[in-house]
């Protein structure tokens, strides 16, 4: 389904997505067109491919971390798989991370530790998203355990009922309760949506 409409080829943006994107956000229609007119800018046919998405995280990360965390951020826009970003995607992420009740932001960040995207978190994906984080989690830490020990840790807190699987709730209720990797976890990644020169 498409969510943008388009004329020519060229995107558009319909009155039900700005109403959309305004009630969503808060902002004003003209803020939402001029937000539009940029992203269109940067990307003549409305979407953002992973290439494009790449160079914007190379702006908030280091180089290293920035190649290995990508594809885990990209997950969190590109809300129906469907491999590249539209505008309403990025909007929609934007104004979550900076505005969002923790509940929303964090179902949002559920998708960074959901690899394949089936809604619930294995040990195993557990353990692929930390090797790619630690990077970014040692540079706070020096003194950081080990890569395995923490993926164990953090799923054990969040596995509350011991399934083997993490769903979005139990995600969610270890980082707001205090559970000190998930929290770590979570705020890590939250991080790489904030700009700290604000």
């Keep these: 389904e498409e969510k943008m409409g388009s ?5 558009v943006l319909r009155e039900e997505d ?5 009630k969503s956000s ?11 007119d940029a992203f269109v800018a940067e990307h ?16 908030a990360l280091p180089k ?23 505008f309403s995607e990025f909007m929609l992420i934007f104004f979550i991370m900076s505005e969002g009740a ?18 619930s978190i294995t ?32 799923f054990a807190e969040m596995d509350k009922d011991q399934d083997g699987k993490v769903t979005t709730d139990e995600f969610i209720a270890a980082c707001m309760g205090q559970e000190d990797l998930s929290k770590m976890l979570a705020l890590k990644v939250i991080d790489i949506f904030v700009e700290d020169d604000a």
Excluded: W
């Design 7 to 11: 004329k020519n080829g060229k995107p």
């Design 44 to 59: 003549p046919n409305g979407k953002m491919k992973p290439k494009d998405f790449r160079e914007m995280m190379s702006k």
């Design 102 to 119: 923790p509940e929303e932001v964090l179902t949002k960040i559920f998708r960074v530790f959901d690899v394949n995207s089936d809604g």
């Design 123 to 154: 040990q195993k994906e557990m353990t692929k998203l930390i090797k790619d984080m630690y990077g970014l989690l040692q540079s706070e830490d020096p003194n950081l355990a080990a890569k395995d020990l923490i993926a164990k840790s953090a």
């Design 18 to 22: 700005i109403t959309a994107l305004c």
């Design 64 to 86: 290293k971390d920035a190649s290995k965390m990508e594809k885990h951020v990209f997950r969190i826009y590109d809300a129906n798989n469907d491999g590249v970003i539209d």
């Design 26 to 36: 808060g902002l004003e229609e003209a803020q939402v067109k001029e937000a539009f």
